[in-house]
T-cell receptor
């Protein structure tokens, strides 16, 4: 997207390891920070989101951390499993426009 | 199943032709969004409608147009098709107006222009 940078573009980890994906945005007015997972042949699906009044949110093996000062937020997946293999997108809205990050292809090796 | 339906699933057509993609949002959702995803590419936001009115425009070509009908379903019209228009087209919906809400994506329509 125009105002969103996502890194890395590909990530390969061993099953059980952790994975971290970072998203940098430019619109300081953003207050909603979602992460989507897209499995092969399917539409993206929200896996976790955070609002700007919170610094961290966890949901089982998935967590999102937000640093508003540095304008970045990160997706953390712990104890990765083969079914975590997918493409992950961040998508902070920019005043009604939705610029998805370029995506991170995560491969979890059994 | 997200509750968003898209038809058709696949569409094969020739350059210069015109096609219409259809999307039915989740029951009760007022906002509909259209995205284009080319091979191994990210999602490009095209346009958003809220309760029948255009709300936001992204990187939508002039050859493309969309509308949302009173029953809230939406159609994306692609005309004068070019080879580069071959892509997956996703529709998404959300409960309320702009931003700050989860978007529920449909399964997509795969368009192939020959």
């Amino acid at each position: 997207g125009e105002n969103v940078e996502q890194h890395p573009s590909t990530l390969s980890v061993q099953e059980g390891d952790s994975a971290v994906i970072k998203c940098t945005y430019s619109d300081s007015a953003s207050n909603y920070f979602p992460w989507y997972k897209q499995e092969l042949g399917k539409g993206p699906q929200l896996i976790i989101d955070i609002r700007s009044n919170v610094g961290e949110k966890k949901d089982q093996r998935i967590a999102v951390t937000l640093n508003k000062t540095a304008k970045h937020f990160s997706l953390h997946i712990t104890e990765t499993q083969p079914e975590d293999s997918a493409v992950y997108f961040c998508a902070p809205p920019d005043f009604n426009k939705f610029y998805f990050g370029s995506g991170t292809k995560l491969n979890v090796k059994p | 199943d997200s509750g968003v339906t898209q038809t058709p699933k696949h569409l094969i057509t020739a350059t210069g032709q015109r096609v219409t993609l259809r999307c039915s949002p989740r029951s009760g959702d007022l906002s509909v969004y259209w995205y284009q995803q080319s091979l191994d590419q990210g999602l490009q936001f095209l346009i958003q409608y809220y309760n029948g009115e255009e709300r936001a425009k992204g990187n939508i070509l002039e050859r493309f147009s969309a509308q949302q009908f009173p029953d809230l379903h939406s159609e994306l019209n692609l005309s004068s098709l070019e080879l580069g228009d071959s892509a997956l087209y996703f529709c998404a919906s959300s409960p309320t107006g702009p931003s700050y809400n989860e978007q529920f994506f449909g399964p997509g329509t795969r368009l192939t222009v020959l």
